[in-house]
């Protein structure tokens, strides 16, 4: 099955700055999907890509779509506490099956950790 | 608004309870899905609804029940649970089922079972 290689699996930083982090697959995938989750909540959708080679801000974040499309990043500038939480990144691709496309393929999780 | 709500917040049933899980969403969304989360694990898909109707069940025990009485709920019923169904439950909702619609999630139900 399909799989995604998000790295790294943690980060630990000092406020103001830059988190980069990234999401890789043998397989192509045709949407990219960024989503913070805070502990004991649900997963909040950052930035959503759907075409290879674009780049898409949202404040302080901004993610990319690989040119491959095996591949998207995100990065985080000027980090401030309330970054904290688990990052995950998820692909959808084409789906053979009667409801094709609706499935997410997740990473593991990038946990970030900023120090005051 | 992309808000999908879930309750309760927190459930503990023992192994011969039978409780239900709800979740509701009032975008217009078509699809709704439940997903089983253990701790620092990328959320596991149970099971995907389209216009009410059941479009995937992973192979997720019978102990776990979903039911969609209509397009802006969806219910989750258990009965029977083991100590590792313990985890958090999430829904989400996506305006249709295809490359183009992104998932939202709600706040998720945290289930203990002992």
């Known amino acids: 099955g399909q799989q995604l290689n998000q790295s790294p699996q943690s980060m630990f930083i000092q406020e103001g700055e830059d988190v980069s982090m990234n999401c890789t697959s043998s397989s192509i995938f045709n949407t990219w999907l960024w989503y913070k989750q805070d502990p004991g909540e649900g997963p909040v959708l950052l930035i959503a890509l759907y075409k290879a080679g674009e780049l898409t801000s949202n404040g302080r974040l901004t993610a990319q779509f690989g040119i491959t499309r095996k591949d998207s990043f995100l990065n985080i500038s000027a980090s401030i506490p309330s970054d904290v939480g688990i990052y995950f990144c998820?692909?959808?691709?084409?789906?053979?099956?009667?409801?094709?496309?609706?499935?997410?393929?997740f990473g593991e999780g990038t946990q970030l950790t900023v120090n005051p | 608004d992309t808000e999908v709500t879930q309750t309760p917040k927190h459930l503990v049933m023992g192994m011969t309870n039978k409780k239900s899980l709800k979740c509701e969403q009032h975008m217009g969304h078509r699809a709704m899905y439940w997903y089983k989360q253990k701790a620092k694990k990328p959320p596991e898909l149970m099971f995907v609804?389209?216009?009410?109707?059941?479009?995937i069940n992973e192979s997720v025990p019978s102990r776990f029940s979903p039911e969609c009485p209509n397009s802006s709920l969806l219910n989750l019923h258990l009965h029977a649970l083991q100590p590792e169904d313990s985890a958090l439950y999430l829904c989400?909702?996506?305006?249709?089922?295809?490359?183009?619609?992104?998932?939202?999630f709600g706040p998720g139900t945290r289930l203990t079972v002992t």
């Open positions: 998820a692909g959808q691709a084409t789906w053979m099956a009667e409801t094709s496309g609706s499935r997410l393929t």
């Open positions: 989400a909702s996506s305006l249709g089922l295809g490359l183009r619609y992104e998932q939202y």
């Open positions: 609804y389209s216009y009410e109707k059941l479009s």
